[in-house]
């Protein structure tokens, strides 16, 4: 240890987001054939973390089911715009796993859906 408070809190969070590093790298080794658009590791209030982004909803399902979680939908409205969440967390030696998908859509977008697919000839 360090005679330095900030320089110990710094050794803290690399050997944290080191440990979070070797639980995406496992993850992603063990389960090669699930979606990935993106990795993000983090460290908040002393805990370490794994953010896996994925290119669509069934992603998170897909991982939720492979790793015994839980697959979460959220849906977020402001006057002008949608946002639809998919989250499943879990924990892995001590890290917090969370795996996510986000799409934006503004409520103008939803409503020409059906017609923009009826013009087109079909379902969209």
């Known amino acids: 240890m360090s005679e330095t408070p900030i320089l110990d809190a710094i050794a803290a969070d690399e050997a944290a987001v080191r440990d979070a590093g070797q639980v995406a790298r496992d993850l992603l080794t063990a389960h090669s054939g699930l979606p990935v658009a993106d990795v993000r590791l983090y460290r908040f209030h002393q805990a370490a973390e794994v953010h896996i982004e994925v290119p669509?909803?069934?992603?998170?399902?897909?991982?939720?089911?492979?790793?015994?979680?839980?697959?979460?939908?959220?849906?977020?409205?402001?006057?002008?715009?949608?946002?639809?969440?998919?989250?499943?967390?879990?924990?892995?030696?001590?890290?917090?796993?969370?795996?996510?998908?986000?799409?934006?859509?503004?409520?103008?977008?939803?409503?020409?859906?059906?017609?923009?697919?009826?013009?087109?000839?079909?379902?969209?």
Not at 69 to 91: F, L, P, S
Request: proline share 4%; net charge negative; glycine share 6%.
């Open 56 to 124: 669509h909803p069934e992603g998170v399902r897909a991982w939720a089911a492979r790793l015994d979680g839980r697959a979460v939908y959220t849906k977020d409205a402001d006057d002008t715009r949608v946002y639809e969440h998919w989250n499943a967390e879990i924990r892995m030696a001590e890290v917090q796993v969370r795996v996510w998908h986000c799409r934006l859509t503004w409520p103008d977008d939803e409503q020409a859906a059906p017609a923009s697919a009826a013009a087109a000839g079909g379902a969209r």
